[in-house]
């Protein structure tokens, strides 16, 4: 490292080496799906549930086999700890019905993470699925419906506990339903007490709390249920405290001027861990790719402020179906790892003493002043030393696969 860098940092009390180390052990959690458009191994028809991949740039991954082989180029390209993040309908081999699924269906994925040193987080799917009935899983007024994603999300748990089990790290089970309505609800309170029941049923599976965290993902609407959404952020945020699941939060999944951000330090006061799903809004949960904007800088200070790097979990959600693929998982990855770098290279020490002091001209000067500091000649180096290639380099790398096998794939 250069040693000019390293004097500029340490005039600010920063230690450019622990700062590489800290964030060299930060798990990102890649999400699978940006390399399908969210299609699955299911053949489960068009996407629903009220989320929508826009785009056809050519080179979809249309199974195991090509979907690896697009993470095996990403990862060439990603520093730092990962993980994978799977939904139920990434099952491989014969498919199962969704309510049985097992750890059979994911051994292959298994195979892979251990492979390339990645852990595994799993999702339950509850949508795109014609036992999404009326838009309804887990708050539907029919039992039927509700018993049936009951056991497929005990079963995804399960999947989780073998995911931490052979991989010896723990594993995020999330559940995100898209239950909701397209017009003012009659009736608020009755699927939201449903949806309650329900979760009381997949908790009621004792899973092994040393393996596998739950958590749980509010929305605040989706296209086609814009008017009402049956998990809300105040309905998971009390059900979570109460039952001792995690919140997880979308970034995408709020008011647009609301600051998500804001949000963790709240919510790590009263909960011992929280996870996320980091995405880019653009005027609605458009699931955009990350940009290293304010937006992600103001999630990554506040989980570096938080001293919560080792005990969240990043996630990543996004899925851009209009630009290549693998191009898309590896610019927002990076800028996930840039922007908790821009977050451990800041001198927080200073800030906070000089805003208790009621120093807020300092506050405002050392803010704006820090922004200009080197931070990519520290980039390069955690780049280097983690063997993904330099900010010319892996772009290049990356039209040659595509020309090689993207462009050779059918629609
Ligand atoms: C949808 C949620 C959900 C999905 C993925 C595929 O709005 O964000 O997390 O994006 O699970
Ligand atoms: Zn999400």
Same mark, same amino acid.
Request: a positive charge.
């Given at each position: 490292m250069n040693p000019t860098i390293k004097a500029t940092y340490a005039k600010y009390g920063i230690d450019v080496d622990k700062a590489i180390k800290q964030l060299a052990k930060a798990k990102i959690s890649l999400h699978v799906w940006q390399l399908d458009d969210v299609n699955g191994f299911e053949n489960c028809g068009s996407l629903s549930g009220g989320i929508q991949t826009t785009g056809?740039?050519?080179?979809?991954?249309?199974?195991?086999?090509?979907?690896?082989?697009?993470?095996?180029?990403?990862?060439?390209?990603?520093?730092?700890?990962?993980?994978?993040?799977?939904?139920?309908?990434?099952?491989?081999?014969k498919v199962v019905d969704r309510a049985n699924i097992t750890p059979k269906q994911f051994e292959a994925w298994v195979s892979y993470a251990k492979k390339h040193h990645l852990g595994l987080d799993m999702?339950?799917?509850?949508?795109?699925?014609?036992?999404?009935? &009326? %838009? +309804?899983?887990?708050?539907?007024? $029919?039992?039927?419906?509700?018993?049936?994603?009951?056991?497929?999300?005990? *079963?995804? /748990?399960?999947?989780?506990?073998?995911?931490?089990?052979?991989?010896?790290?723990?594993?995020?089970?999330?559940?995100?339903?898209? &239950? %909701? +309505?397209?017009?003012?609800?009659? $009736?608020?309170?009755?699927?939201?007490?449903?949806?309650?029941?329900?979760? *009381?049923? /997949?908790?009621?599976?004792?899973?092994?709390?040393?393996?596998?965290?739950?958590?749980?993902?509010?929305?605040?609407?989706?296209?086609?249920?814009?008017?009402?959404?049956?998990?809300?952020?105040?309905?998971?945020?009390?059900?979570?405290?109460?039952?001792?699941?995690?919140?997880?939060l979308d970034t995408g999944h709020f008011h647009p001027t609301e600051n998500v951000a804001d949000k963790i330090s709240s919510m790590l006061i009263f909960n011992p861990s929280l996870a996320f799903h980091v995405s880019r809004p653009v005027r609605w949960d458009s699931d955009h790719v990350l940009r290293l904007n304010d937006d992600l800088q103001d999630v990554a200070n506040e989980l570096v402020k938080c001293n919560a790097l080792d005990k969240a979990y990043i996630g990543l959600d996004y899925f851009d179906a209009s630009i290549n693929r693998v191009a898309a998982l590896v610019i927002g990855a990076r800028n996930m790892e840039k922007a908790l770098l821009i977050a451990l290279l800041t001198p927080w020490n200073l800030l906070k003493e000089a805003q208790d002091k009621g120093d807020f001209t300092r506050v405002l000067a050392l803010q704006e002043e820090i922004k200009t500091l080197p931070w990519q000649e520290v980039w390069n180096e955690y780049c280097l030393k983690e063997k993904a290639s330099s900010e010319e380099v892996w772009f290049k790398k990356i039209l040659q696969y595509e020309k090689q096998i993207l462009s050779k794939r059918s629609k």
């Amino acid at each position: 490292m250069n040693p000019t860098i390293k004097a500029t940092y340490a005039k600010y009390g920063i230690d450019v080496d622990k700062a590489i180390k800290q964030l060299a052990k930060a798990k990102i959690s890649l999400h699978v799906w940006q390399l399908d458009d969210v299609n699955g191994f299911e053949n489960c028809g068009s996407l629903s549930g009220g989320i929508q991949t826009t785009g056809s740039y050519p080179g979809r991954a249309r199974n195991f086999n090509e979907l690896t082989a697009d993470l095996d180029e990403a990862l060439k390209y990603i520093p730092g700890k990962k993980k994978l993040n799977l939904h139920a309908i990434y099952q491989t081999g014969k498919v199962v019905d969704r309510a049985n699924i097992t750890p059979k269906q994911f051994e292959a994925w298994v195979s892979y993470a251990k492979k390339h040193h990645l852990g595994l987080d799993m999702n339950p799917t509850l949508f795109s699925s014609p036992m999404l009935v &009326d %838009g +309804l899983s887990l708050s539907s007024p $029919d039992k039927k419906v509700r018993d049936y994603w009951i056991k497929h999300c005990i *079963n995804s /748990i399960k999947v989780s506990e073998y995911f931490a089990k052979e991989l010896k790290q723990k594993s995020l089970c999330n559940i995100w339903i898209p &239950d %909701g +309505l397209k017009d003012v609800p009659s $009736d608020r309170f009755g699927p939201r007490k449903r949806l309650e029941d329900s979760l *009381n049923k /997949i908790l009621s599976y004792k899973y092994n709390r040393n393996l596998v965290d739950v958590s749980v993902e509010s929305k605040v609407f989706g296209i086609g249920v814009e008017s009402y959404t049956v998990g809300s952020h105040e309905f998971y945020m009390n059900y979570a405290s109460k039952h001792n699941v995690l919140c997880l939060l979308d970034t995408g999944h709020f008011h647009p001027t609301e600051n998500v951000a804001d949000k963790i330090s709240s919510m790590l006061i009263f909960n011992p861990s929280l996870a996320f799903h980091v995405s880019r809004p653009v005027r609605w949960d458009s699931d955009h790719v990350l940009r290293l904007n304010d937006d992600l800088q103001d999630v990554a200070n506040e989980l570096v402020k938080c001293n919560a790097l080792d005990k969240a979990y990043i996630g990543l959600d996004y899925f851009d179906a209009s630009i290549n693929r693998v191009a898309a998982l590896v610019i927002g990855a990076r800028n996930m790892e840039k922007a908790l770098l821009i977050a451990l290279l800041t001198p927080w020490n200073l800030l906070k003493e000089a805003q208790d002091k009621g120093d807020f001209t300092r506050v405002l000067a050392l803010q704006e002043e820090i922004k200009t500091l080197p931070w990519q000649e520290v980039w390069n180096e955690y780049c280097l030393k983690e063997k993904a290639s330099s900010e010319e380099v892996w772009f290049k790398k990356i039209l040659q696969y595509e020309k090689q096998i993207l462009s050779k794939r059918s629609k």
